[in-house]
Structure formats: C-alpha cells, structure tokens
C-alpha cells in the first residue's frame, strides 16, 4: 500500500528556509505519477503549493513567487520542499501528495487532481 | 487569477440528500474534484474528473459539472460525512481550491 510521510522542523524562525521531505513507500516516484505539497493554516482553506513530475518538471504557484523550490530524490525514494524567507503567514500544516497522471501514446500529463496524501506536519514559523 | 466559490456551511439531516456547490467562470468547461476532510485528518479524494468515484468511496458520493457550477451530491447523507469538502480545479497550469463548506448532519 502506497504511503506518503512527510518529515521535517516543526519550528522555523523568520527569514529563514522552510524544508521539508516526502518519503513515498512501496512506489518508486521514478516510475509515474506526479509529487505535490498542499498546506493549510490553522483553521483555514487548502492552497496548493507546486507539483514535480518523474523528469523533474516543475509547476509552482505564482502566488509564492520565487520562494518555492520542489526537487526529488530518486535514490532515496523522496521529494522535497524548500520555502525561503518564511513569515508567520506561512504557518500550516504541509501536505505530500501523489497528483494522478494520465498516460497516452508513450507521454504522460498531469491529471490535475490528488489522490493521496500524506498525513501532514505543522510547520509554526516564530522566533 | 481563477477563483472557486464555495458557500462556506450547508446544513442536512440524516438521511436527507445534501448538494454542495461550487462556482466559477466557465467550470464546465473544466475537470473539477472534490475532497473531503474530517478534523484533524489529512484530505480525502471522494470525485474526481467531475463525476468519478475513487474505489472505496461509497456510491452515495456523486458529482456534476456544468455551465459555471460543480456540484457534489450526497445521498442518504449519514452522520460520518460530517466534514470540511473542498472543490478542486485547474486554469493555466495552477491548481486553484475552493475554500471548502463545512457540512454538518443534524
């Protein structure tokens, strides 16, 4: 049964770099599918943060700007989250999830819709 | 930037059919899904492509899309599906959420 596990500082002081992993068992994420992070404040709606595609691709939100980096591990079986110059807005609750891919005459494309997540870490930025 | 508007609570009893909707410019003209999410839980996928129904989730979960409205239907609906349900969709290459309706089976 596939899991996602993300890992990672519960505490940030502001300024600095968000990070954090997802560990994916029982699937190599070399093989298909696409990687996403989802946070969600404290009481609040999902918004999404960016997706990694098996080659490396990324899509990031604009709303983050610049700030967003997503890479993968393939020998580690792990994606990755890197989120610099974190405010107090940034405090959530960070989800991994497997985005679906649809596959046709030898590519793939993203599918647009998540079909499962990890259980989430809080991430509280503050000094 | 694309929007999705969710009503922020609908109310049900138990047994009645609730319909939540979510509404944005030329949806039907978009793939839309829907999660569910109980407190303290992560999100769970219950239709996807407007109206597929991932295995395990149960057949009284349903979906629609049309004009500028997705609508997901919960038939039967039972004290359990007392939950936070977001909308999902995509516009130029960006994931875009609803900001979910609190549905509660009273």
């Known amino acids: 049964q596939v899991q996602l596990q993300e890992s990672g500082p519960g505490l940030v002081q502001p300024s600095e770099t968000l990070s954090l992993t997802c560990s994916v068992s029982d699937f190599s994420i070399s093989s298909g599918y696409f990687w996403g992070w989802i946070r969600q404040p404290p009481g609040k709606g999902l918004e999404w943060i960016g997706t990694i595609s098996r080659s490396g691709r990324t899509y990031y939100n604009p709303s983050l700007g610049s700030r967003v980096t997503i890479s993968t591990d393939t020998s580690k079986n792990q994606f990755s989250l890197g989120l610099t110059s974190v405010t107090a807005a940034d405090t959530a609750v960070y989800y991994c999830?497997?985005?679906?891919?649809?596959?046709?005459?030898?590519?793939?494309?993203?599918?647009?819709?998540?079909?499962?997540w990890g259980r989430g870490t809080l991430v509280t930025v503050s000094s | 930037s694309y929007e999705l508007t969710q009503p922020p609570s609908v109310s049900v009893s138990p047994g009645q059919t609730a319909n939540l909707t979510c509404s944005g410019d030329?949806?039907?003209?978009?793939?839309a899904c829907w999660y569910q999410q109980k407190p303290g839980q992560s999100p769970v996928l219950v239709i996807y492509?407007?109206?597929r129904r991932p295995s395990g989730i149960p057949e009284r979960f349903s979906g629609s899309n049309s004009g500028n409205t997705a609508t997901l239907t919960i038939s039967g609906t039972q004290a359990l599906d007392e939950a936070d349900y977001y909308c999902q969709a995509w516009d130029s290459n960006i994931v875009v959420f609803g900001a979910g309706t609190r549905l509660t089976v009273l």
């Open positions: 492509q407007d109206i």
């Open positions: 030329e949806l039907g003209d978009k793939y």
């Open positions: 999830a497997r985005e679906a891919e649809y596959c046709s005459g030898g590519s793939c494309s993203k599918d647009w819709f998540f079909d499962l």
